[in-house]
C-alpha cells in the first residue's frame, strides 16, 4: 500500500513539474486581458478580436512547425521565405488552374515540402549547422519566391474560390480558426496518444540515448523539417487568401515570431518536451499584444521596442528555468524534510 501511495506521489509530482513550464504563456494571456480592459478595452471588442482570430492562427500554425522543429534540437529560419514561396505559387497558379484549386495547394505545398526536405537532409543527414543552413535556404527560397512573384503573380489577385471558401464563417469565427484549431488538436492526439508522437518526443529530448536504442534519429530530423515546412506553407495560403492581394515580403513578420511563441509556449530549447496547446495561445498573446498596441495608438517603433522586451521576457521565464527552479525548491524540500526527521545532518546534501 505504501508502495503504491509513494508511486502516486511521484508521480503527481512529475506531473506538477512538467506542467509547471506551460504555466507563464496562460498568467500572461490573463494579464493581457486585464492590462487591456483597464487601458485599451476596445481590442477585447468585436472588431479587435475579428483582427485577432486569423492573424493569431497564422502564426499559431507556422510556430507550430517551429516547435517541430525546435523538439528536435534545431531551429529553422526559412520561415519567411517558405510562407512566401506558397502564397505566390498558390496565386501565380491560381491565375491559370483556378478551376482545380486542390491541385494548385497541393503543388504549393509540396514545393514547401521539398523546401523542409532539403533543410532536413542538410541537418539531420550531413549534420551541418541548423541556423546557418536554414538562413541560407530561406534565401534561396525567397530569391526564386521573388523571381517568381516578378514574372507571374504580381498584381495578381488571390483566387476567388480559396477566399470565399476560408472567409466563410462557423460560430461566428472564419474557417482560417477552425483550421488553426483542428492542426493543433491533431498535434495534440499525436503526441499524447500515438506510439510515433511519443518517440518522437524521446528522442528529441535524448537523442544519444535513443540512437543507442536503435532508434532513427537523423529521420526524426528530417521528418520534423518537412511536416513544419508544409505547416509554414499552409500558414502562407491562409494567409494570402485572408488579405486577397499579396506582396513578397508577406512572410517578413513570421522570422522571429514563430520562434517567440514557441518560447514562451514553454518548450525546451533543448528537444523534446512542448505543448501545441501552449504554442498556440502563446501566438495568440502575442496577436493580442500586438493588437492592443495598435489600439493604444503606441508608434511602430515603440511596438517594436514592447515585443522584443516581451521575447526576452520569455526567455528569462522559459520552461527550462522554470523546470530547474521546480526542481531545485522540490530537492530543497525534500532535503528539508530529512533533516526534520533526523535521516541525514544540516550538512549533508549540499554543496
Known amino acids: 500500500m505504501s508502495q503504491t501511495r509513494t508511486s502516486s506521489s511521484s508521480s503527481a509530482v512529475t506531473s506538477f513539474v512538467v506542467a509547471s513550464r506551460y504555466m ?3 498568467i500572461a494571456l490573463l494579464l493581457l486581458v486585464v492590462v487591456a480592459a483597464i487601458w485599451a478595452p476596445a481590442t477585447l471588442k468585436g472588431p479587435a478580436l475579428s483582427s485577432i482570430a486569423p492573424f ?3 502564426l499559431a500554425i507556422a510556430a507550430l512547425g517551429q516547435m517541430l522543429v525546435i523538439m528536435t534540437g534545431g531551429i ?53 549547422n541548423a ?3 536554414t538562413l541560407a535556404v530561406g534565401q534561396i527560397v525567397t530569391g526564386f519566391a521573388i523571381r517568381y512573384y516578378t514574372t ?43 506510439t510515433f508522437g511519443r518517440r518522437f518526443q524521446v528522442v528529441g529530448a535524448n537523442p544519444t540515448a535513443s540512437s543507442i536504442a536503435g532508434l532513427r534519429v537523423n529521420l526524426n530530423q528530417v521528418m520534423a523539417y518537412v511536416v513544419a515546412a508544409i505547416l509554414y506553407g499552409i500558414a502562407g495560403i491562409l494567409l494570402a487568401s485572408f488579405l486577397r492581394t499579396i506582396s513578397i515580403t508577406i512572410g517578413a513578420p513570421y522570422l522571429l515570431g514563430p520562434i517567440a511563441a514557441v ?33 493604444m495608438g503606441l508608434p511602430t517603433a515603440l511596438q517594436f521596442v514592447v515585443f522584443g522586451l516581451v521575447i526576452v521576457g520569455g526567455m528569462l521565464v522559459s520552461g527550462d528555468r522554470i523546470i530547474r527552479g521546480v526542481e531545485h525548491l522540490l530537492r530543497e524540500r525534500k532535503r528539508t524534510d530529512l533533516v526534520s526527521a533526523g535521516v541525514i545532518g544540516p550538512g549533508d546534501g549540499t554543496g
Open 24 to 26: 507563464p504563456v496562460y
Open 56 to 58: 493569431g492562427t497564422f
Open 76 to 128: 529553422d529560419l526559412s520561415v519567411p521565405g517558405t510562407l512566401t514561396l506558397a502564397a505566390v505559387v498558390t496565386v501565380g497558379l491560381g491565375q491559370t488552374h483556378g478551376d482545380d484549386l486542390g491541385t494548385v495547394i497541393l503543388i504549393a505545398l509540396a514545393l514547401c515540402a521539398l523546401v523542409g526536405l532539403v533543410n532536413g537532409l542538410l541537418i539531420g543527414g550531413l549534420g551541418l
Open 131 to 133: 541556423l546557418i543552413v
Open 152 to 194: 507571374t503573380a504580381i498584381q495578381t489577385p488571390v483566387p476567388e474560390a480559396l477566399s470565399a471558401w476560408t472567409s466563410t464563417r462557423f460560430l461566428g469565427v472564419t474557417r482560417i480558426f477552425w483550421m488553426g484549431v483542428a492542426i493543433t488538436l491533431v498535434m495534440v492526439v499525436i503526441f499524447r496518444f500515438t
Open 263 to 295: 518560447v514562451i509556449g514553454g518548450a525546451s530549447l533543448t528537444g523534446g518536451l512542448a505543448s501545441p496547446v501552449s504554442t498556440w495561445a502563446a501566438a495568440f498573446f502575442l496577436a493580442g499584444l500586438t493588437q492592443m498596441m495598435r489600439v
